[in-house]
């Protein structure tokens, strides 16, 4: 009897299903692909991407025309701004534009004229296949500002440096083995600088060896050879006296760069950069010289705050130029930075920050000391 009525009731359903129209099987596993298709084109990030910020401050600085005597002090105003352009490289081509901007001008003070630093760069790289990619990257650069030139120069110590920078590097990089890469390049530039400064060409061949630490950081070390080329400037005997021909620099310098993320969620992080650069004129070794360079950066970044110390030197120690006679000491420089810098973010788009920077300068030859300590402090905004 139950056998029965199961068949019965088994009849009854198949009679009643084929009186119903049929309907397209619909799986609960297998979601509407159209649906999924603009899943994934939402969360596919675009190729082309821009990004772009302005800021604006104020602040002093003590010491605006980097003197040893008698140091003019002023108040400043300052605006800038900083724009990136980015291609992902979805075919094996990737492109980067960058340019950034800066004008400060001094308040009440007619000696110190305004500084301004404007910097574009466009960069294109292509993946070759089997580890191998070649890049080209442009550079512009228009400064208007005072620096220390007494390193490389003989009758200015610091001047109001006005010029333009245009660069071209090609390069060309391979993996070696996981987590290493080596890259060389070839930068090409001409430095156009105003009087009193002497304008120059400049070749520099580098090759930089990489050896990633994964999320812990990265290890660089690099060499370069620079030959530079004045349009005027002669050179000098070992007493400073004009020789004929025009002055030309050959120096070698090797570079390490280690840098560090010291936990695992990446807030606390150092940069260090130790450098060795050897000078050599083509005239009598005025301007042959042994650079010893350091610099250490620690940062720390988290929930809105970003906190950084930098201190840096730079030491030169020259072979034949005298302080001031033939039997005078060998002169000899050492340049000091340090820069405490802190921000906060108030929202996703603005950013209030300060900053203290000091410079020094200890010479044997007292024209060329100086100290400037720079206060300042603004805003950002993220477009």
């Keep these: 009897m139950a056998a029965f009525l199961v068949t019965g009731w088994g009849v009854a359903v198949a009679m009643l299903a084929a009186d119903v129209p049929s309907q397209p099987a619909v799986s609960r596993d297998s979601p509407d692909e159209a649906a999924l298709t603009e899943l994934e084109r939402l969360a596919r990030p675009p190729v082309w991407s821009t990004d772009g910020s ?16 008698q140091p003019v002090a002023a108040g400043f105003a300052s605006v800038g701004g900083d724009f990136t352009l980015h291609r992902l490289p979805v075919d094996g081509t990737e492109v980067s534009c960058f340019a950034t901007g800066d004008y400060l001008a001094f308040v009440d003070e007619p000696a110190a004229d305004p500084e301004a630093l404007i910097l574009t760069q466009a960069g294109l ?17 228009f400064l208007n500002q005072v620096f220390d030139v007494s390193a490389t120069e003989a009758e200015v110590s610091t001047v109001l440096a006005r010029g333009h920078l245009i660069s071209l590097t090609p390069s060309l990089s391979r993996e070696l083995a996981p987590n290493w890469t080596a890259e060389a390049a070839c930068e090409g530039s001409r430095q156009i600088f105003d009087a009193p400064l002497d304008s120059y060409w400049e070749i520099t061949p580098a090759g930089t060896l990489t050896r990633l630490l994964g999320r812990r950081g990265e290890l660089a070390l690099t060499y370069h050879y620079e030959r530079r080329w004045y349009d005027e400037r002669q050179p000098l005997a070992a007493d400073g006296t004009p020789l004929p021909g025009r ?86 420089k050492t340049d000091w930075g340090l820069r405490l810098r802190a921000e906060r973010q108030l929202s996703p788009r603005w950013t209030v920050f300060a900053q203290w920077d000091r410079e020094s300068s200890d010479d044997r030859q007292p024209a060329s000391d100086y100290t400037a300590n720079t206060v300042q402090v603004g805003w950002e905004w993220e477009l």
Excluded at 126 to 140: I, K, N
Excluded at 253 to 266: G, K
């Design 125 to 141: 790289t292509r993946d070759l296949g089997r580890a191998w990619a070649a890049g080209l990257e442009g550079r512009y650069v």
């Design 54 to 69: 302005v800021r604006a401050g104020g602040g002093y600085r003590d010491n605006v025309l980097l003197s040893s005597f």
């Design 247 to 332: 002055l030309r620099f050959d120096s070698h310098e090797v570079e390490l760069r280690p840098r560090v993320y010291w936990d695992a969620a990446r807030h606390w992080s150092t940069r260090l950069r130790l450098g060795l650069l050897v000078n050599r004129d083509n005239g009598g070794g005025y301007f042959d010289y042994t650079r010893y360079a350091a610099a250490l950066q620690l940062r720390y970044r988290a929930a809105g705050w970003t906190v950084q110390a930098e201190v840096r030197g730079v030491r030169y120690d020259y072979e034949i130029r005298r302080v001031a006679g033939p039997y005078s000491p060998l002169r000899r």
